[in-house]
């Protein structure tokens, strides 16, 4: 379980994250939605020490990750983390089963005989296979996101963080991200997280989603929930409206609603 508790986080005095408080119950699927900017990323690397939060607490299965010191105590606290990031960041000089087991050596004892193996039990869960010896730069986009999904679960990890997974991908590819995403909810028995503003995805995947604006936690709610939300901000973004309370930020920043006169 990963309970978060008045998390803030502001980067060159510019607040980001004002006092978020999340808690993501063991194997359920939570789903972050909100507009770009808003802070989605930032949570996600508070979650797995990338960022350190200015204030608050992130407790992972009893072990509260702002109060670890070292990078070895971060690096060991990460192990149980598999995390897909926003662009697939695969290395192009690596063939495909390099790539998935990358994190293996820094994550893991295993042997590296055993990689090879690995990458191809990985990838059959993500649909590939006989890819192993490709090259990032000879794979469409969806099949690149797979890889970086094998990659996210190859030091078998108990909690997975989607940032946008399916955001630059067409429709079909998206969903077949999604399908993806519940069978290995299912197979694996994980615990995720997933960012992102496609509503349909989120719609589809997420045992509960929660809605940040203005660095705060508008709503957290069943997906059916948040489809009839009477909160004007949620129903605005969950709808996909431009007339409403949330405004086009025009400027790189603007204080928040709240602390505007
Ligand atoms: N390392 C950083 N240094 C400075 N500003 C940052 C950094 N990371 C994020 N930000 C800023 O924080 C805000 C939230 O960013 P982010 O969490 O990436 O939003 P989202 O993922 O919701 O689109 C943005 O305005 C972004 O420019
Ligand atoms: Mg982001």
Redesign the pocket.
Known sequence: MIDAVGVRKG??G?P?LRGVDIIVEEGETLAII??????????L?CVIGL?RPDEGSITVDGMDITLLKTEAEIAQYRRRFGYLF?EAALFDSLPVWENVTFGLKYLTDTPRSRYRGIAGDKLALVGLKDIEDMRPSELSGGMKKRVALARAIAADPSYILY??PTTGLDPIMSDVINDLIIDLQRKLKVTSIV?THDMRSAYKIASRMAM?HEGKVLQVAHPDVMKISTNAHVRQFVDGLSEGPIKMRLK??EPPEDEQK
């Open positions: 980067f060159r510019r980001v909100g507009g770009s900017g808003c802070g989605k990323s930032t949570f690397k960022q926003q940032d946008e960012v940040l790189e920043y």
